[in-house]
Nanobody, 122 residues
Framework: QVQLQESGPGLVKPSQTLSLICTVS??????????WSWIRQPPGKGLEWLGF???????YYSPFLKSRTSISRDTSKNQFTLHLSSMTPEDTAVYYC??????????????WGQGTQVTVSS
């Protein structure tokens, strides 16, 4: 059973960089065929897909936040990390990490973390 767990600060000040870690158990992040993704859901809005890192280490970022987004990984710890720079209150959301087969689509075969609330406020 694959499990994912997000960790990081719950409160970030405007202009700071958010760093969230996703720790994976029950499966290797180097396994090909999956998209190790970051998704968020702002209050009252739908899911926003931020980007992913593949099993081979290739990254993709959604255009709407591409200039501010970076995803990296530590294969020795089986973790992947989201960095989102220049945070504003509009970035307040629940942030999820997930292992998905198809980026942008949520299917029953996918695995998601429980999500972590991030609030941007001074």
């Amino acid at each position: 059973q694959v499990q994912l767990q997000e960790s990081g600060p719950g409160l970030v000040k405007p202009s700071q960089t958010l760093s969230l870690i996703c720790t994976v158990s029950g499966g290797s992040i180097t396994t090909n065929g999956y998209r190790w993704s970051w998704i968020r859901q702002p209050p009252g809005k739908g899911l926003e897909w931020l980007g992913f890192i593949s099993g081979s280490g290739t990254t993709y970022y959604s255009p709407f936040l591409k200039s501010r987004t970076s995803i990296s990984r530590d294969t020795s710890k089986n973790q992947f990390t989201l960095h989102l720079s220049s945070m504003t209150p509009e970035d307040t959301a629940v942030y999820y990490c997930a292992r998905v087969l198809t980026y942008g689509s949520r299917r029953s075969e996918d695995y998601w973390g429980q999500g972590t609330q991030v609030t941007v406020s001074s």
